[in-house]
């Protein structure tokens, strides 16, 4: 199975800071990776497709990048509402597999 | 709008069984391939198992196959997944989710674009 590894697993920022997540695959995904935010107790959400599109309603504060096997989720000018557990998921091959995540908090 | 429902969760005990719904609504349900995706207390997201739209392509995390089994009836809108022999390690919220393109293969289906709310299963004695 394709393993994802994120960092970093956590993160301190304030309002209006830029945050970049990174993710890296254990091999090609080719651009088959999104990003996606959840709160506590809440379904995640899809903020980020195919490495870089953003999502429909998806503030454009928040955008996605690739390079090779390493993909990047950057939120700029953080809001109150960004603060969250932001996870990437390969959907290149099954199984599919999740970053392990990486918590923003203030 | 298009809206995914998870049903069915309990409290089990190990080597028990428990059946999961996802009815959906809102969505030409059987274009779209659906995955369930589970969250441990405190822990991160497991993607757990997929079934296409017309059901003959499934597929299974590692750590399920064997034991669970993914289904749908199409005419219903409804989705299941029966997982068998349960393990207090499978002890988490049941989310269902569906890819966002319709008629898609495996990496080409950009994401998961619609979730359930959950269903908390609970194995324990």
């Known amino acids: 199975a394709i393993q994802m590894t994120q960092f970093p697993s956590s993160l301190s920022a304030s309002v209006g800071d830029r945050v970049t997540i990174t993710c890296r695959a254990s091999q090609d995904i080719r651009s088959d990776l999104g990003w996606y935010q959840q709160k506590p107790g809440k379904a995640p959400k899809l903020l980020i497709f195919?490495?870089?599109t953003l999502q429909s309603g998806i503030p454009s504060r928040f955008s996605g990048s690739r390079s090779g096997t390493d993909f990047t989720l950057t939120i700029n000018s953080l809001q109150p509402e960004d603060f969250a557990t932001y996870y990437c998921l390969q959907d290149y091959t099954f199984p599919f597999t999740f970053g392990p995540g990486t918590k923003v908090d203030l | 709008e298009v809206q995914l429902v998870e049903s069915g969760g309990a409290l089990v005990e190990p080597g028990g069984s428990l059946r999961l719904s996802c009815t959906a609504s809102?969505?030409?349900?059987?274009?779209?391939?659906i995955s369930w995706v589970r969250q441990a207390p405190g822990k991160g997201l497991e993607w757990v198992s997929f079934?296409?739209?017309?059901?003959?392509?499934?597929y299974y995390a590692d750590s399920v196959k064997g034991r669970f089994t993914i289904s749908r009836d199409n005419s219903e809108n409804m989705l299941y997944l029966q997982m068998n022999s349960l393990r207090v390690e499978d002890t988490a919220v049941y989310y269902c989710a569906k890819d966002r393109l319709g008629y898609c293969n495996p990496g080409g289906c950009e994401g998961l674009d619609v979730w359930g709310q959950g269903t908390q299963v609970t194995v324990s004695s």
């Open positions: 079934i296409g739209g017309r059901g003959a392509k499934k």
């Open positions: 195919a490495a870089s």
């Open positions: 809102g969505l030409a349900f059987t274009i779209y391939g």
